[in-house]
């Protein structure tokens, strides 16, 4: 007769069976799965780094490149620009070197710089649109007219198309040495602005913003320094707007401007001037102004093509 110990004891044991048996059992699968993971970990680092490798050699190709187009850029735009003024304006995040890098290189095409005027982080501030909006209605010189548009960046590119850029048919300022010297200072001392040492009125300018805006506002900041710049290229014998990296995105000037088909049909836009052949580009696309034409330059996917007379 089996006793209920017996029941027991056999039921104990085949519960032991059981649990030695998952243990087993998950201790292979465990390991086989651990392998497995680990030669899949491996094959990605392999993967990574050969990427790595990858990117590395195209980086040192891009800089040859960007060498290459330093050394023969002096020699792409000689001439390009003889007998011409040009002004620049550069916005606050603009990049120093690329200042220095455009203002040589239009020297090198036989253009006259006649100085700088730098936009700071309060002339794009939408606090201080009305403030701005104010002084540029008082300080507009007499004779000549504000653009119909309400907005300040408009409304300042009229201006400063009346101070800083001669007039186009006759060649003449069309603002007194006085006007200009009130319209500078009074935007100075108010912090819109700060103009360089001898700054005069040119033919051409050039609008130097950095990358992509950020921030509070972004949106709204990138809209004043593309209509100021439209605005400048329409009072004047032609302007181009260039940028860094991120500049043709959508949160940067140039990208508000490609967005905007009545001002592409004016003003041209080169969205690589952190690059020697970008800012090649910038002299070729001022010198294209001059004979009323205009297009969307450089790298990015707004582009319609890499320079002028270059199919995209």
């Known amino acids: 007769m089996i006793s209920l110990r017996y029941h027991v004891v056999s039921i104990t044991a085949v519960f032991l069976a059981l649990a030695v048996g998952v243990v087993l059992g998950s201790t292979a699968i465990s390991g086989r799965l651990l392998s ?3 030669e899949d970990n491996g094959a990605l680092g392999r993967e ?9 050699g195209l980086d040192a190709r891009l800089a040859d490149a960007d060498r290459f187009a330093a050394s023969v850029g002096p020699l792409a735009v000689k001439g390009q620009l003889a007998d011409r003024t040009v002004v620049l304006v550069t916005t606050a995040d603009a990049a120093p070197d690329d200042r220095d890098a455009v203002t040589a290189l239009l020297r090198s ?4 710089v006649t100085g700088e005027l730098q936009l ?10 009305d403030q701005l909006l104010d002084l540029v209605a008082r300080l507009q010189p007499a004779g000549t007219r504000l653009p119909t548009g309400a907005d300040p960046g408009t409304r300042a590119g ?9 007039d186009k048919d006759t060649n003449q300022p069309r603002a007194t040495p006085d006007e200009l010297a009130a319209a500078l200072g009074g935007l100075s001392s108010s912090g819109f602005v700060k103009p360089g040492q001898g700054l005069r009125p040119a033919q051409l300018a050039v609008v130097l913003t950095g990358g992509a805006s950020t921030g509070d506002a972004a949106a709204d900041r990138a809209a004043v320094v593309a209509r100021f710049a439209t605005q400048l290229d329409r009072s004047g014998a032609g ?4 940028g860094g990296s991120g500049s043709a995105d959508g949160t940067g000037p140039i990208g508000v401007v490609r967005a905007d088909t009545a001002a592409t049909s004016v003003l041209s836009t080169v969205d690589h001037a952190g690059t020697a052949a970008g800012r090649v580009v910038v002299v070729l696309a001022l010198r294209e102004q001059l004979d009323g034409k205009a297009g969307r330059y450089g790298v990015a996917g707004n582009a319609e093509a890499p320079a002028p007379g270059a199919e995209g």
């Open 48 to 56: 990574v780094a050969a990427l790595q490798a990858e990117r590395n």
């Open 36 to 38: 497995g993971l680990n």
């Open 158 to 166: 009229g201006l400063f198309g009346s101070v800083l850029l001669v």
């Open 239 to 242: 302007a181009v707007l260039a």
């Open 120 to 129: 700071t982080e309060s002339f794009t501030d939408p606090d201080k649109a």
């Open 109 to 112: 095409a036989g253009a006259t």
